[in-house]
């Protein structure tokens, strides 16, 4: 049916509720859109919280709206209490665990905060050091320590490249760095000196003019960096630097910036560093 519907969505986890938002929002992606209201609920992990998180629930399911709950408790008494409540919930450990307890012949032993807690030390100092790399080094700063990038991205003014790299460093451990192409390189037509040694690593972000004219207008309106004339320019531009430097393009005008970080990891041969 195409009808709208009047959703309220809760994700409702003893910990930070990454899992149980990711994993819902992926499934209601399946769906019309319809007019929805996501929450977030973490650290319900004891009765207490999670009665006052029913009632607020019930409080809206009175006022007409459908509600969708996606749980991720690990505590079984808090889980079958949620369960037995006149609303839908998808309680995502029951659904996946048996299943899987059935082919690893063996039963799971649920502990709150396993999957987005620190967990290993060393793991999550990896990643904290992945996350300070990239900061120093985003936007072309730092530029003699790329030696420890395992990744560097090209491309204009507000192509992408901060958050991407961002990303691959908090969601991979990748220490990513990015270098901004100004008019100056465009122009030119060749890689900056500060590029050169490291272009087996250097891949190049592009993007539509219009969407970047978009982008550019919401940061400094009716400026001359936001024109529709300079943005057509730059890629232009970029593109050619990029032919004839013959390095990787990836478009990034239709990719979130999770997809544009995944594609990257399987262009330029990465793993997970934890």
């Not at 009665?51 to 009175?62: D, F, P, V």
């Not at 904290?128 to 991205?153: E, P, Q, S």
């Not at 037509?189 to 207008?217: C, E, M, N």
């Not at 990787?248 to 970080?261: Q, R």
Request: hydrophobic share 35%.
């Amino acid at each position: 049916m195409d009808q709208k519907l009047n959703l309220e969505v809760f994700f409702v986890s003893d910990r930070t509720g990454i899992t149980a938002e990711a994993l819902g929002r992926s499934l209601l992606t399946q769906f019309n859109k319809s007019d929805r209201r996501y929450t977030v609920q973490p650290y319900i992990d004891t009765e207490k919280k999670l009665s006052a998180l029913i009632q607020q629930i019930k409080a809206i399911k009175n006022d007409g709206r459908q509600i969708i709950v996606f749980s991720t408790l690990s505590d079984k008494t808090l889980r079958q209490r949620l369960i037995n409540e006149d609303f839908f919930v998808l309680d995502l450990f029951a659904t996946c665990l048996p299943p899987l307890q059935i082919t690893m012949k063996q039963h799971s032993s649920p502990t709150i905060g396993q999957t987005h807690g620190m967990g290993n030390q060393n793991r999550y100092l990896a990643r904290m050091d992945a996350v300070n790399f990239t900061l120093n080094v985003d936007d072309g700063l730092r530029t003699r320590d790329y030696k420890r990038a395992d990744i560097i991205l090209a491309g204009v003014s507000r192509s992408g490249k901060t958050p991407t790299c961002l990303y691959l460093a908090m969601q991979f451990g990748i220490r990513a760095a990015n270098y901004p192409l100004v008019d100056n390189d465009l122009e030119k037509g060749r890689l900056p000196h500060a590029l050169k040694p490291w272009k087996a690593k250097l891949y190049g972000l592009t993007i539509d003019p219009d969407s970047l004219q978009k982008i550019r207008q919401s940061r400094i309106p009716d400026s001359r960096y936001a024109s529709q004339k300079q943005c057509r320019k730059e890629i232009k531009l970029l593109d050619a630097l990029y032919q004839e430097e013959n390095i990787t393009v990836v478009e990034s005008s239709s990719m979130s910036v999770e997809e544009l970080a995944t594609t990257l990891m399987q262009k330029a041969g990465l793993r997970r560093q934890f």
